[in-house]
């Protein structure tokens, strides 16, 4: 049981460039999740999949980001068009699902600036 | 809806005291409570979760919380408090599977 890993850490880009996350489950884990996290605030939920289906999104999601996840392993979360405003923490999580509500896992997030 | 309040937003305690943490929620059904604990710059780990049974709980690093149905609450809670205990806490509340709520945090300075 490795962890939850996120690539990059760190992302600095221009205003109007487009960046791409990925993040890699714990293995077996078939629950995904991504959260944005500004200072000072706690996470806020953006989206989540089960195996390869994104079953939810946040209204935070705008059609400037889009997340997948192919053959429901690693997820990547992209964001275009970025605006000085997508400047947080993304944070992923994932989890196994059981009955009720499942322990999300963390990974260590990319922060995110833009210029 | 679902929500979570952390009323204090810094809390500053000396090595070796006792600590609390409060954490209120708001949510239609059974909750399911957890505690996370962030250091600077880096991701959120578990320190304790409640899910059903026993109203008090124990995690890692020491830490208890207590949940209390009549004030829905769930209190994070330390005996002694060590300085690498300095750090951003945060309460969640899961809502059946999905997305977890979370409370702004609690920033906890520790001083010699």
């Known amino acids: 049981d490795t962890g939850v890993s996120q690539n990059p850490r760190h992302k600095i880009t221009k205003r109007g460039q487009n960046v791409t996350f990925r993040c890699d489950p714990i293995?077996?884990?078939?629950?995904l999740y991504w959260y944005r996290q500004t200072l000072g605030q706690g996470p806020e939920f953006l989206t989540y999949?089960?195996?390869?289906?994104?079953?939810?999104k946040s209204r935070l999601l705008s059609d400037r980001f889009s997340a997948e996840r192919p053959k429901g392993s690693f997820s990547t979360l992209e964001i275009q068009r970025t605006e000085q405003g997508d400047s947080a923490m993304y944070l992923c999580?994932?989890?196994?699902?059981?009955?009720?509500?499942?322990?999300?896992?963390f990974g260590p997030g990319t922060r995110l600036t833009v210029l | 809806a679902q929500s979570v309040t952390q009323p204090d937003i810094h809390i500053t305690v000396s090595e070796g005291a006792s600590l609390e943490l409060r954490c209120n929620y708001s949510?239609?059904?059974?909750?399911?409570l957890f505690w996370y604990v962030q250091s600077p710059g880096q991701g959120l780990q578990l320190l304790l979760k409640?899910?059903?049974?026993?109203?008090l709980v124990q995690g890692i690093k020491g830490f208890e919380a207590e949940f209390k149905r009549s004030q829905s609450s769930f209190n994070l809670r330390k005996p002694s408090v060590h300085w690498s205990d300095a750090a951003e806490y945060f309460c969640?509340?899961?809502?059946?599977?999905?997305?977890?709520?979370f409370g702004t945090g609690t920033s906890l300075t520790v001083i010699p």
């Open positions: 999580a994932s989890s196994r699902r059981r009955g009720g509500a499942d322990t999300q896992y």
């Open positions: 293995s077996e884990h078939n629950r």
């Open positions: 999949f089960q195996n390869e289906a994104q079953l939810e």
């Open positions: 949510y239609g059904a059974t909750p399911y």
């Open positions: 409640y899910f059903s049974g026993d109203t």
């Open positions: 969640a509340v899961g809502a059946s599977g999905n997305q977890f709520y």
